[in-house]
T-cell receptor, first 106, second 114 residues
Framework: AQRVTQPEKLLSVFKGAPVELKCNYSYSGSPELFWYVQYSRQRLQLLLRHISRESIKGFTADLNKGETSFHLKKPFAQEEDSAMYYCALYGQNFVFGPGTRLSVLP | ETGVTQSPTHLIKTRGQQVTLRCSSQSGHNTVSWYQQALGQGPQFIFQYYREEENGRGNFPPRFSGLQFPNYSSELNVNALELDDSALYLC?????????????FGPGTRLTVL
């Protein structure tokens, strides 16, 4: 079975503070992991994927197979980072987590 | 290059009715996936079409069906609507079914079943 959990529904941080959005998954095979983001009044869009090992808008995410985690991190949060973030796994098909709303306070 | 579009934006139906939702993929994208997003939850995979054939299905009953056309448009049909079908329905197109290919989402259709 494929499953993605995001333990925090809402995460509030102050501008300039570090942010970490948690994601854990379960899948028996080798999954592909993604982070999607939805800004206010915009459509869902890909933020980054683990195979690219890229940094997008200052965000990074490392796949930890031992802990089955794919946490999203940014060292200094900006107000424009406020959005809904979804962790997603692709195994047999796409499975999305329930999402975490990040609120960056001024 | 145009983005993914969906119609209608909103729809209200009553229990037992049938509904058809439409999606227009990005030009050149042979793959379309449909998702149901209930309030406060993440998108849930319904099914995927690749080159007009169903290419994978999530845990949804057969009353959820789809079609994909050669002109990059697709439909999601839901028969015998139930109250729990009330949700935002998203379509997403990609070049191929490979998970690594970027999915481009439409704005969604909000379905309310009364």
């Amino acid at each position: 079975a494929q499953r993605v959990t995001q333990p925090e529904k809402l995460l509030s941080v102050f501008k300039g503070a570090p942010v970490e959005l948690k994601c854990n998954y379960s899948y028996s095979g080798s999954p592909e992991l993604f982070w999607y983001v939805q800004y206010s009044r915009q459509r869902l869009q890909l933020l980054l994927r683990h195979i690219s090992r890229e940094s997008i808008k200052g965000f990074t995410a490392d796949l930890n197979k031992g802990e089955t985690s794919f946490h999203l991190k940014k060292p200094f949060a900006q107000e424009e980072d406020s959005a809904m973030y979804y962790c997603a796994l692709y195994g047999q098909n796409f499975v999305f987590g329930p999402g975490t709303r990040l609120s960056v306070l001024p | 290059e145009t983005g993914v579009t969906q119609s209608p934006t909103h729809l209200i139906k009553t229990r037992g009715q049938q509904v058809t939702l439409r999606c227009s993929s990005q030009s050149g994208h042979n793959t379309v996936s449909w998702y149901q997003q209930a309030l406060g939850q993440g998108p849930q995979f319904i099914f995927q079409y690749y080159r007009e054939e169903e290419n994978g299905r999530g845990n949804f009953p057969p009353r959820f069906s789809g079609l994909q056309f050669p002109n990059y448009s697709s439909e999601l049909n839901v028969n015998a609507l139930e109250l729990d079908d009330s949700a935002l329905y998203l379509c997403a197109s990609s070049l191929t079914p490979r998970g690594a290919d970027t999915q481009y989402f439409g704005p969604g259709t909000r379905l309310t079943v009364l």
